[in-house]
């Protein structure tokens, strides 16, 4: 079976320092990974995905990942944190050949402080 | 990227009457997904959609409680009946991307409080 964890509740961050948000993966087969935001009282938003390729993925808003393989992680970075990044942040791996069935970690609540 | 909208965005309802969500797509798209919410938690599958069939659902979700319509390409409804306190969730209704991208696009979710 796919699985996300996500191993933190919630990151604090101050504003212009880095930002690392953590998701490990168990899938068989290739993995599908995906990073979805959701702002208060909205939908998810996408922001990046890996797929096949190179191992660092860019996506919306700044935000970058890194798939790694070894250690079946795939965590969200950004350089610089912005007020407007706290949010909450779910990895989400596809659970089967359609691209809209995810398994989503628990969510990983982000709070960035001026 | 698909336009997606739901109705109604919030809602308070009675315990033991039903709610139907409604999810309008601006583009045809073959797939659809409804997930549930639950407060604090993350995103689980209910079921999936497709138009000219019964949708198919994930375990722990049944079509007496979480009725499912696809009449056509670019509309679908989740009914949550008899309702429960613990049916007090956000449900988002979520498609493919087009023309077969990889990325699924999400509705901006109905928050649903059962009293």
């Known amino acids: 079976a796919q699985s996300v964890a996500q191993p933190e509740d919630q990151v604090n961050v101050a504003e212009g320092n880095p930002l690392t948000v953590k998701c490990t993966y168990s899938v068989s087969g290739n993995p599908y990974l995906f990073w979805y935001v959701q702002y208060p009282n909205r939908g998810l938003q996408f922001l990046l995905k890996?797929?096949?390729?190179?191992?660092l993925v860019k996506g919306s808003y700044g935000f970058e990942a890194e798939f790694n393989k070894s250690q079946t992680s795939f965590h969200l970075k950004k350089p610089s944190a912005l007020v407007s990044d706290s949010a909450l942040y779910f990895c989400?791996?596809?659970?089967?050949?359609?691209?809209?069935?995810?398994?989503f970690g628990a969510g990983t609540q982000v709070v960035v402080t001026p | 990227s698909a336009v997606i909208s739901q109705k109604p965005s919030r809602d308070i309802c009675q315990r033991g009457t039903s709610l139907t969500i409604q999810c309008q797509v601006d583009s045809q798209v073959t797939m659809m997904f409804w997930y549930r919410q639950q407060p604090g938690q993350s995103l689980t599958l209910i079921a999936t959609a497709n138009q000219g069939s019964e949708a198919t659902y994930e375990s722990g979700f049944v079509i007496d409680k979480f009725p499912i319509s696809r009449p056509n390409l670019t509309f679908s409804t989740l009914t949550v009946s008899n309702m429960s306190p613990e049916d007090s969730s956000i449900y988002l209704c979520?498609?493919?991307?087009?023309?077969?991208?990889?990325?699924?696009?999400f509705g901006q979710g109905t928050r649903l409080t059962v009293v």
């Open positions: 989400a791996v596809r659970i089967s050949d359609s691209w809209g069935k995810f398994q």
């Open positions: 890996y797929i096949t390729g190179d191992n």
């Open positions: 979520s498609v493919e991307r087009p023309r077969g991208n990889t990325e699924a696009f």
